[in-house]
């Protein structure tokens, strides 16, 4: 019993060492009217791929811009509009059965025409979409490349939006854009649940006791 708790332990500490990315989006090539349910390019172990999508609300009408990810339509004029007509950009990650996620930041690329939104926020699911994770109000810039720390886990899963409002015109243009490298990027550690670590562990002490006995 001992050494499987000093097993558990080194396990432990292992898997919440340091922070790593958890799943990125690279847009060269692809759009949200040819791929509007995209998944992940790069996708860390324990992470499910088929769950692992950036998508649009309902309320946004998907643009075929190559290498963009986003659309027009947005027509609200403040956040609960957007909120209640669904106008967002979504991304959604999902670990494996028995893991749960620890999300420590989210980075991603932006722009928008000039008729595009001028407001923004984005929330998470892990509070129901209340709290501003990364807010911009009277965007003055066209473009945006935001890096943002956050404070999530205990979930197996979570889905981030992008809720803008305040577009000069139907025809405003809210999108990821593709720059050097991947556009979307979310940081953070996949954590073994209690059961999922105690089966790591008996699995490593048989071993040790197989190696001990046949040695
Ligand atoms: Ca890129």
Known sequence: MKNLLVVMSVLVLAVSAHADLLAGWE??????????????????????????????GSGVTPSGTASTFGGTS????????????????????????????????????????PAGISNLVVQSSFDGFTANLFASNGMANTTVSPSFGVNLSGSNSVEFRLYGWNAGSAAGVARFRNLAGED??????????????????????GLAILRRKLG
């Open 27 to 56: 847009l060269t090539g692809i759009n949200a009217s040819a791929n509007p349910v995209f998944t992940g390019t790069t996708v860390a172990a324990n992470i499910t791929l088929a769950g692992t999508v950036l998508s649009l």
């Open 74 to 113: 947005w027509g609200a004029t403040d956040y609960a509009g957007a909120f209640a007509a669904n106008e967002y950009i979504s991304w959604f990650l999902q670990a494996e059965a028995g893991y749960s996620l620890s999300v420590t930041n989210v980075r991603f690329d932006f722009e928008k025409t």
């Open 184 to 205: 979307l990027e979310i940081q953070g550690t996949v954590i073994p649940e209690p059961g999922t670590l105690a089966l790591m562990g008996l699995s490593l002490l």
